[in-house]
């Protein structure tokens, strides 16, 4: 493959964004500087945002639990999700390898977490590595090995013998595979829609929450005072009521607990939330949930009770910090969407992209 030519000099001009000040910035070799380039090429003016994340999304996952493992599959995936804003993803366990991405210059950056870790028989087929308990930890460092500094456990689903929601594992395997993941300088994350697995994950140190939606008081405190995330998840939420009439007739028990999530599910954000709980955006974009819909968990977060500016920093500034990724500085590799509009004063702006720069290069 014939190596990118180098970026050229671009210049943007526009309101930088959290902090609201007017600045003149210049990109060079790919990165922001405050210093004037001569013939820089002037792209954009506006409202400069640090590129968006989506931070729980499956690059690789098609509708319908479909693997996409061909390049062009993958690279539609990831082009529908940049177009929207999109300049980073968190891709919380793929069934396939997606690093050949990583030389696409067009495409986000990808930060992986490996493969699904679920107990046998207990997750969706063929998306999750199943293993038994005692495996589960030696099996941590493994994925923590391969992926980007994450590890993703299932932590319940349902459970046919009880006919509902429940753990996946006992809460001394939790311990220990949260142990060794940070023994590999790796942070974990788990799926759980639940209550009954989350005080063992929270317990153990685990760093994330996907979904959330068992979480109570007692353990958002907890969650708050250990500084651990919850990435909601809302768009995919809303179609706990569709997984509710799938499997009422055969598990009317889990229906009735879906359908009581679902409804609780905007009050737990919020409570989240006004704890102190940080609170990340992710779509769940892979299997049932089509890419490219940040903007519209951007909107559910703040409908579930956010101030707008933190929604937007959710899925932006807050986000970018988190997963170590500069935002809009010197020396940062240049990472920005430009807006028409304050999208802090007006969500609706973040459908109107007029510029999108990545890498130092124009991509829309």
């Known amino acids: 493959m014939t190596p990118p030519a180098e970026p050229p000099a671009l210049h943007l001009s526009g309101v930088v964004l959290p902090d609201g000040e007017h600045r003149e910035l210049w990109v060079r070799d790919g990165r922001f500087t405050s210093e004037p380039v001569p013939g820089a090429e002037t792209v954009a003016r506006g409202w400069l945002l640090p590129g968006l994340v989506d931070a729980h999304c499956h690059v690789g996952l098609g509708l319908g639990g479909v693997h996409v493992a061909d390049l062009p599959g993958l690279r539609e995936q990831a082009l529908t999700d940049r177009d929207a804003g999109v300049l980073a993803i968190r891709d919380c366990g793929s069934p396939v390898d997606t690093r050949a991405l990583d030389d696409e210059p067009d495409l986000p950056r990808i930060i992986r977490a490996g493969r699904h870790l679920a107990a046998p028989r207990r997750y969706i087929p063929e998306l999750a590595i199943e293993?038994?308990?005692?495996q589960l930890a030696d099996e941590v460092r493994v994925q923590a090995r391969r992926g980007d500094g994450w590890v993703k456990l299932v932590g319940d689903w349902i459970d046919r013998g009880v006919g509902d929601l429940a753990p996946e594992w006992p809460d001394d395997v939790v311990a220990a595979a949260i142990a060794a993941a940070h023994e590999e300088g790796a942070r974990v994350t788990a799926h759980t829609f639940g209550t009954d697995a989350l005080p063992a994950l929270i317990r153990a140190g685990i760093d994330c929450i996907e979904h959330g939606t068992g979480l109570t008081e007692e353990l958002i405190g907890e969650m708050a005072a250990r500084g651990t995330a919850v990435v909601p998840t809302l768009v995919n939420v809303e179609h706990f009521p569709e997984f509710a009439a799938a499997g009422e007739k055969k598990f009317p028990q889990y229906a009735s607990t879906m359908r009581r999530l679902h409804a609780s599910a905007g009050a737990v954000v919020r409570a989240a939330y006004d704890a102190?709980?940080?609170?990340?955006?992710?779509?769940?974009?892979?299997?049932?949930?089509?890419h490219g819909l940040i903007r519209d968990e951007i909107r559910a977060l703040h409908a579930a009770g956010l101030p707008a500016q933190a929604a937007l920093g959710a899925a932006s500034w807050a986000a970018r910090s988190w997963l170590g990724l500069p935002c809009i500085e010197d020396g940062a590799p240049a990472d920005v969407v430009v807006y028409d509009a304050d999208p802090r004063?007006?969500?609706?702006?973040?459908?109107?992209?007029?510029?999108m720069v990545l890498r130092g290069r124009v991509v829309a």
């Open 276 to 290: 102190g709980v940080p609170v990340f955006a992710g779509t769940d974009a892979g299997g049932g949930i089509a």
């Open 131 to 134: 293993l038994p308990a005692e």
């Open 345 to 355: 004063a007006d969500l609706d702006a973040l459908a109107r992209p007029v510029r």
